[in-house]
């Protein structure tokens, strides 16, 4: 017997191999066993009575159930906040004054060093929950708030630890790459050596990063730095991605795609030849709308340009202190179409099957199919296109991961209960 069959569920399964838009199903049946979906299809092409087939039948009433949402780009683990140079930049402050105050990258850098690894997790647990609170159930975390190796290594065993959760899957980045530290602001190449040379190599030796990322801009690192990173990554069995053309046109998604880089992130100074460059590859391109938002950028991501090439687009949270503090991924999907102008389905398919081949789970995660992890985000919902209309509102129904019921919102006309598993 099936350990859970789901019935009166419409499925937004995001699967190719079905011509409806989102993959529909509806009036749907999912099973799982042992964690995997082990069928879908039409409740009336179930071959017998659900009470016959399955140990836990859940008759969903008609919602609509999605695969988990995937945030596969985020910045989780960090010291502090920086709210108060928010609010100073709002009041007219500029950005070296900003910097002279303590403020910037590196003031998050100096708390997070500062941090005990209980208080980098509790802080963020709180922020790993507000997403899961919306549909998550696996999410990349990176480094590069710590920018030495003790903080770096401290930064992805907390990634880790929040990994350990049943409820969540994590998959670490290191990103070692991200600026330069205030000990080596007159070094460059001292830095980069200790990135290439030590910091890499232990990381991998620990096995404490899936993949390396850089931060390949005018105020990161240019295009020779960022091979060398690449470089020392693929020496160590790392795959690689990249935040490329951010604020300018660094040419740093032609590097990247030259190293099969599992996504190029941002993107809004994208060329025409970095398009075509990341189209010859499995390379995904990551919209990042948070940051776009926040920093009150205008020079949006060539999205057309991408569509034309067949380029997946994923989309994600870059859930981080200085450019994006943004913990709602439901928020991120509308700002992709009404910023970057995806539509709900290239919205939900970037925060489903798009964001999985970004992090290389797409034979895991990413679809409602046979044989992939039951992960399973449950909706109350007339139409898929809401997930990303909605501001403000959640209306997430229930979750699972790998089979197992994390939560459920049972509704009345008079309250909403959450109920933990």
Sequence with gaps: MWDTLLVNVNLATMDTNRAAPYGAVQNAALAIKDGLIDWLGPEAELSDAPG???RNVLDLDGKWATPGLIDCHTHLVFGGARASEYEMRLNGASYEEIARAGGGILSTVKATRSAPKETLYAAALSRLNALQSEGVTTVEIKSGYGLDLE??????EVARDLGKKDSVEVVTTFLGAHALPPEYAQDREGYINLVCEEMIPAVARAGLADAVDAFCETIGFSTAETERVFKAARTCGLPVKLHAEQLSDSSGSQLAARYNALSVDHLEYLSPEGVTAIATTNTVAVLLPGAFYFLKETQTPPVQALRQASVPLAVATDCNPGSSPVTSPLLAMNMACTLFGLTPEEALTGMTRNASQA???????????????????????????????????????????AGREIFTWQHTQTEAEHIHG
Excluded: C, Q, R
């Excluded at 903080?151 to 992805?156: A, D, I, T």
């Design 52 to 54: 016959e087939l399955a």
């Design 151 to 156: 903080s770096e290594m401290k930064m992805l």
């Design 359 to 401: 992090l290389a789970l797409s034979d895991k995660v990413g679809t409602l199919s046979k044989g992939k992890s039951a992960d399973i985000a449950l909706w109350n919902i007339a139409t898929p296109a809401e997930l990303s209309y909605w501001l403000g509102y959640n209306p997430l129904a229930g979750l699972f991961k």
